[in-house]
């Protein structure tokens, strides 16, 4: 500690803050750098199967502190957040905050960091939907305004930024963490096959010998309206009766199919319901598919990483390279263009694409040669 002197406190709340966290604790911690990378886990998600074997996977270091905020509204989540933290930045007098993505965490301990008057780091800065009835849109916003530093994963990420009026010094385009992680991975990934039949468990799972899908759905505009969430299901209903799909089921996603009275056996035979699955499991899910369905902004990054063809359930996306360069396609939610999409995917194999600028696997060190030089002054 006394060689170490200086505190760089990094956040995590949310699932997919810790693949993105893993390479950049461990870049910080480098001797080189001489900074102490001090872990904070705001506890926003709170599911073993949503938090615990990620720490493993990725040998993350346990957090130094956990707030063990669990879910609420926004207002509540974010006020319970800004509360719980304060007094580990009193107790700690970090140089620095550094926090990641668009979680209601980031934006949380960035406030409560830049009214103290301690620089907040933002890593995968400017990435912009266009959408605002996005909660993670607005956190996006409101954490680029009040970082000292902003990293970036594309190019266009700066221009977003510049429009809002960031000074161009402050931004640095760097690739991007998640797919450092995802590199560091891709030998523990796991096969698709093994973990099929590891989560069913007595069934045996359906036969994937022949290709698979894969399906995730989270967004609130996806699951929480009970006709949207209907026709999406019935839509991959169909389109499993092509291909059969393994689809891992987020908490939120449940919570909403149990509310509409959607069971398992409603999906038919073809579609694989699990619980949320590991890191390594759900890489090699992904890495084996032969289409990915999905309306997470992680699983696009880490389709067009791996030239597994995406299929975006979204009007939108704040990560544009992954369909300007990669292997994602913007669908939206209308039934007809999703299955129309999925046959011409079975039919060609969908888009080649490639692997973006800097998604090279040394994103971290890029951020932590930064932090070095902005912070050096403090660094003896
Ligand atoms: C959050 C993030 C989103 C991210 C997603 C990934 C915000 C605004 N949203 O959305 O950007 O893509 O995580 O997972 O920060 N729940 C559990 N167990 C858990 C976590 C959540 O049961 O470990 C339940 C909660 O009680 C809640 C629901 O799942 O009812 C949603 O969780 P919440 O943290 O509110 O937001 P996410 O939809 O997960």
Same mark, same amino acid.
């Given at each position: 500690?006394?060689?170490?002197?200086?505190?760089?406190?990094?956040?995590?709340?949310?699932?997919?803050?810790?693949?993105?966290?893993?390479?950049?604790?461990?870049?910080?911690?480098?001797?080189?750098?001489?900074?102490?990378?001090?872990? +904070?886990?705001?506890?926003?998600?709170?599911?073993?199967?949503? @938090?615990?074997?990620?720490?493993?996977?990725? $040998?993350?270091? #346990?957090?130094?502190?956990?707030?063990?905020?669990?879910?609420?509204?926004?207002?509540?989540?974010?006020?319970?957040?800004?509360?719980?933290?304060?007094?580990?930045?009193?107790?700690?007098?970090?140089?620095?905050?550094?926090?990641?993505?668009?979680?209601?965490?980031?934006?949380?301990?960035?406030? +409560?960091?830049?009214? @103290?008057?301690?620089?907040?780091?933002?890593?995968?800065?400017? *990435?912009?939907?266009?959408?605002?009835?996005?909660?993670?849109?607005?956190?996006?916003? &409101?954490?680029?305004?009040?970082?000292? &530093?902003?990293?970036?994963?594309?190019?266009?990420?700066?221009?977003?930024?510049?429009?809002?009026?960031?000074?161009?010094?402050?931004?640095?385009?760097?690739?991007?963490?998640?797919?450092?992680?995802?590199?560091?991975?891709?030998?523990?990934?796991?096969?698709?096959? #093994?973990?099929?039949?590891?989560?069913?468990?007595?069934?045996?799972?359906?036969?994937?010998?022949?290709?698979?899908?894969?399906?995730?759905?989270?967004?609130?505009?996806?699951?929480?309206? /009970?006709?949207?969430?209907?026709?999406?299901? @019935?839509?991959?209903?169909?389109?499993?009766?092509?291909?059969?799909?393994?689809?891992?089921?987020?908490?939120?996603?449940?919570?909403?199919?149990?509310?509409?009275?959607?069971?398992?056996?409603?999906?038919?035979?073809?579609?694989?319901?699990?619980? /949320?699955?590991?890191?390594?499991?759900?890489?090699?899910?992904?890495?084996?598919?032969?289409?990915?369905?999905?309306?997470?902004?992680?699983?696009?990054? #880490?389709?067009?990483?791996?030239?597994?063809?995406?299929?975006?359930?979204?009007?939108?996306?704040?990560?544009?390279?992954?369909?300007?360069?990669?292997? $994602?396609?913007?669908?939206?939610?209308?039934?007809?263009?999703?299955?129309?999409?999925?046959?011409?995917? *079975?039919?060609?194999?969908? @888009?080649?694409?490639?692997? /973006?600028?800097?998604?090279?696997?040394?994103?971290?060190?890029?951020?932590?040669?930064?932090?070095?030089?902005?912070?050096?002054?403090?660094?003896?």
């Amino acid at each position: 500690m006394e060689d170490n002197p200086v505190k760089v406190l990094c956040v995590v709340g949310a699932r997919p803050n810790f693949m993105k966290i893993a390479p950049i604790i461990r870049a910080l911690g480098n001797p080189a750098f001489r900074f102490t990378p001090v872990l +904070v886990h705001t506890g926003q998600h709170y599911d073993n199967d949503m @938090k615990h074997s990620f720490f493993e996977q990725l $040998n993350i270091p #346990e957090p130094d502190t956990d707030l063990g905020v669990g879910s609420g509204s926004h207002a509540n989540q974010t006020a319970e957040i800004m509360k719980r933290f304060e007094p580990v930045m009193d107790a700690e007098r970090p140089r620095a905050v550094l926090v990641v993505g668009d979680v209601n965490s980031t934006i949380a301990c960035s406030l +409560v960091a830049v009214k @103290k008057g301690v620089p907040v780091i933002h890593v995968e800065a400017g *990435l912009r939907s266009g959408d605002r009835t996005m909660p993670e849109e607005i956190n996006r916003v &409101l954490t680029d305004q009040i970082s000292d &530093l902003l990293f970036t994963t594309e190019r266009t990420a700066a221009d977003n930024l510049i429009r809002e009026g960031i000074d161009p010094a402050r931004i640095h385009f760097v690739g991007n963490v998640m797919i450092d992680t995802l590199f560091d991975n891709l030998e523990r990934a796991l096969p698709a096959a #093994e973990t099929v039949r590891a989560r069913a468990e007595s069934t045996g799972g359906p036969d994937i010998s022949a290709g698979f899908g894969l399906v995730t759905l989270h967004r609130p505009s996806n699951v929480d309206d /009970p006709d949207t969430l209907a026709g999406l299901l @019935k839509c991959l209903r169909e389109i499993s009766e092509q291909l059969p799909l393994v689809f891992p089921v987020h908490p939120r996603t449940r919570q909403r199919m149990e509310a509409a009275g959607f069971t398992s056996s409603d999906l038919g035979p073809a579609i694989f319901t699990t619980a /949320p699955l590991g890191y390594h499991e759900m890489l090699g899910l992904m890495r084996e598919a032969r289409l990915v369905l999905t309306d997470s902004g992680g699983v696009q990054e #880490e389709t067009t990483a791996l030239g597994v063809p995406c299929i975006t359930l979204r009007d939108n996306t704040e990560r544009p390279i992954t369909v300007d360069q990669g292997t $994602n396609t913007l669908i939206g939610t209308d039934p007809d263009r999703i299955r129309e999409a999925a046959r011409q995917i *079975l039919a060609t194999g969908g @888009k080649a694409g490639r692997v /973006p600028e800097l998604w090279d696997g040394r994103a971290a060190e890029r951020i932590a040669a930064v932090i070095h030089d902005r912070y050096q002054d403090t660094v003896q």
